[in-house]
């Protein structure tokens, strides 16, 4: 029994499909169920209260002529009623001095027959159909003796069995016809709701030049489908716009701040002729560089998701076990420093069509991400998967809301302002491996953050 | 030494030029891929810095056309381009080192020097041990003595003190040093190539002994024999 409920559990909480379906089905049953009620009491209901009734008056009738009629009057009277009576098999049973007697039809009284208007079925040999036949009667006291009445109503009995039997059919087949279409139908309705939910995954996932299909039937579904599209043109429209003016800007800045890194440069050289000091212009040029270097970065970026397939051409199978062992080598020392430990775990040989600088890149900020922020003496683990790899420290790792906003441009935790870095690095990362057909996820891994990459 | 200056860019070639003399180099200057191809061509030069983008004629066109017509001369590439389709295309032409604008002049002047000094070196037979002072490496047993103690390394350690060994007395780059024991092209623009260095140098340079590896401020590290 638990398995049941267990099912009906899951399934009530599963998807909305099997919610209209059970609920088309319902429906359906309560109707023919209702059909079905109101059929039989109009047909074998009808036939049955019409007995009932006749039963009564015959009943009344006797038992009126028993009280006016002297006992051997009614024994006449019964006697010619009861063999001129066709439908019903009537029996009367007075007392003599000595015996009881039997008028009627039938030539013994059944045992246990109970008192009208409650029927009793009974079997009796009857002539007219030369078999023996199963009958309703009861007893009815009169005045001198005991009236039964009985009749043939096995006929009715039939058709009440029949009507149940079609019955259970007609519900079984409405039952079955309602999942059918239920399902049919729901799956209908649910395939174009999936068609929207995939959309605003691929957006949700960066792919802004997703959109949802459009069928031809024009109905409310392809209404909301063409508004949700022209909304996602918009949108898209508007972030082009806004990577261009960023690319833009980064792009014409770069030209005259080389210029100044030329000028300061050549300022040093001409200094440390002089024998003169430098650092002013040498803490310059550091703080110059770090601007140059943010803007290449999102001219890089830009370009990593924009030129796709002539970046995409230049690939070539790269194991990726040397990759990310070639990252742990860089990267140790800086762990070493934290009293942090690094542990590769593979098993598994994963080659990747892909470029190897990027990847190593990807992979070396991911580790240099954990060791920053994971802390002293964290224990940062990278695992070879069948499909990518999964590196997890188990520092305080991040909130879930903010697990969605790391990748984006220039986005930095409030707590980890205070070390150094752009707010490029992880939207770098994703934007290396969606290159690469691949997809990246930041898990909990209770305590710590694990990156499951997956290509 | 003559080296041959392919920009279009007016504030850079003079740039260049000034620096490029400085250093003591001779330089030729062109403004366009069409010029810039002709001095190529008939010029004898150590070393051609060629941009990308240029007028008349690509940058990558006048590589394939230099390597084409049999000039081996040794060509870095400055390009603003920096995304990897570019720098395979570069490489892929013939290109023999590739820099990405802006660049420090510290930076591509050290890379000239190597590339200069590579060319040279190409026909120098190959000794199986380095040694620059007391300091001793024996390329095929990997083996590394500092006077009669051996040194135990990690196989990019020993990458990276063979490197620096091998361009002993020359100043590299942090980023040279990277590419040249990590073989993967690009600048980690962090301090984890100093954290290297130093492990480096407390496993090399133990108990007081004389140091060998200098930090020049600004541009890099050198190994010397004397200071």
């Known amino acids: 029994m638990a398995w049941v409920t267990e099912w009906w559990k899951t399934a009530s909480k599963a998807s909305s499909v099997w919610r209209l379906t059970r609920l088309y089905t319902g429906l359906l049953l309560a109707v023919v169920a209702v059909l079905l009620v109101v059929l039989y009491q109009l047909s074998i209901g009808q036939m049955s209260r019409q007995q009932v009734l006749q039963m009564d008056s015959l009943i009344a009738q006797q038992k009126q002529l028993s009280e006016q009629l002297s006992g051997n009057e009614f024994i006449e009277q019964f006697q010619i009623q009861s063999s001129s009576s066709r439908q019903y098999i009537l029996t009367y049973q007075y007392k003599t001095s000595e015996q009881s007697q039997l008028v009627g039809r039938l030539s013994v009284i059944p045992k246990n027959l109970s008192f009208c208007p409650k029927l009793t079925r009974f079997a009796i040999w009857l002539d007219r159909y030369d078999e023996i036949r199963l009958i309703s009667g009861c007893a009815q006291p009169l005045a001198d003796g005991l009236l039964i009445v009985a009749i043939d109503d096995e006929y009715l009995y039939e058709l009440k069995a029949q009507f149940i039997s079609a019955s259970v059919i007609a519900l079984l087949l409405a039952l079955l016809l309602g999942l059918i279409t239920g399902f049919i139908f729901s799956m209908k309705v649910l395939k174009r709701i999936n068609s929207f939910n995939q959309t605003a995954l691929k957006v949700e996932s960066g792919q802004l030049s997703a959109r949802v299909e459009v069928s031809r039937n024009n109905d409310e579904y392809d209404h909301m489908a063409l508004h949700i599209n022209t909304m996602l043109s918009q949108l898209e429209h508007s972030f082009e716009t806004i990577a261009g003016i960023t690319d833009a800007i980064a792009h014409d800045l770069r030209t005259p701040l080389s210029h100044l890194r030329q000028q300061i440069e050549s300022e040093i050289h001409n200094k440390l002729k002089q024998n003169l000091p430098t650092e002013q212009l040498e803490n310059m040029l550091v703080k110059l560089d770090e601007i140059l270097f943010t803007f290449s970065a999102m001219l890089e970026l830009t370009r990593l998701q924009q030129q796709k397939e002539q970046t995409s051409q230049y690939f070539k199978m790269i194991e990726l076990q040397q990759v990310i062992t070639d990252a742990i080598d860089l990267v140790e020392p800086l762990a070493e420093e934290k009293q942090q430990t690094v542990q590769l775990i593979h098993s598994e040989t994963t080659m990747i069509n892909g470029d190897a600088t990027l990847l190593f890149r990807a992979v070396y900020n991911l580790l240099e991400n954990a060791s920053k922020y994971a802390g002293e003496k964290a224990h940062i683990e990278i695992r070879l998967t069948e499909t990518g790899f999964i590196i997890s420290d188990n520092g305080p790792g991040i909130s879930d809301e903010e697990k969605e906003k790391v990748f984006q441009r220039l986005y930095r935790i409030e707590k980890s302002r205070q070390v150094s870095g752009f707010g490029l690095g992880l939207t770098l990362v994703k934007a290396i491996i969606q290159l690469h057909n691949g997809q990246i996820q930041l898990l909990d891994n209770n305590p710590g953050l694990s990156v499951h990459i997956k290509f | ?227």
Do not use: C
């Open chain 2, 1 to 227: 030494m003559r080296i041959l200056v392919i920009e279009d860019n007016q504030t850079t070639r003079e740039y260049l030029q000034k620096a490029l003399q400085e250093q003591g180099y001779e330089v030729d200057l062109a403004d366009n891929g069409q010029d810039g191809l002709f001095l190529a061509l008939e010029g004898d030069y150590q070393l051609i810095l060629l941009d990308r983008m240029l007028p008349k004629l690509d940058g990558l066109a006048v590589l394939s056309t230099l390597r084409n017509a049999g000039k081996q001369t040794p060509v870095l590439i400055l390009s603003a381009l920096d995304s990897v389709s570019e720098r395979v295309k570069g490489l892929r032409e013939g290109g023999d080192d590739y820099l990405i604008k802006p660049f420090a002049l510290s930076e591509l002047l050290i890379r000239i020097e190597i590339l200069i000094q590579r060319k040279g070196s190409t026909n120098k037979k190959q000794s199986s041990t380095l040694q620059v002072a007391d300091l001793k490496m024996d390329l095929l047993s990997h083996k590394v003595f500092r006077g009669l103690t051996e040194i135990s390394l990690q196989p990019k350690e020993f990458k990276l003190l063979r490197y620096l060994m091998e361009h002993s007395g020359q100043v590299l780059s942090r980023s040279l040093l990277f590419e040249a024991v990590w073989d993967y092209q690009f600048d980690p623009q962090t301090n984890v190539i100093d954290v290297h260095m130093a492990r480096l140098r407390k496993k090399v340079e133990f108990d007081g002994l004389t140091p060998l590896l200098e930090t020049v401020r600004g541009m890099g590290y050198r190994m010397v024999e004397n200071r």
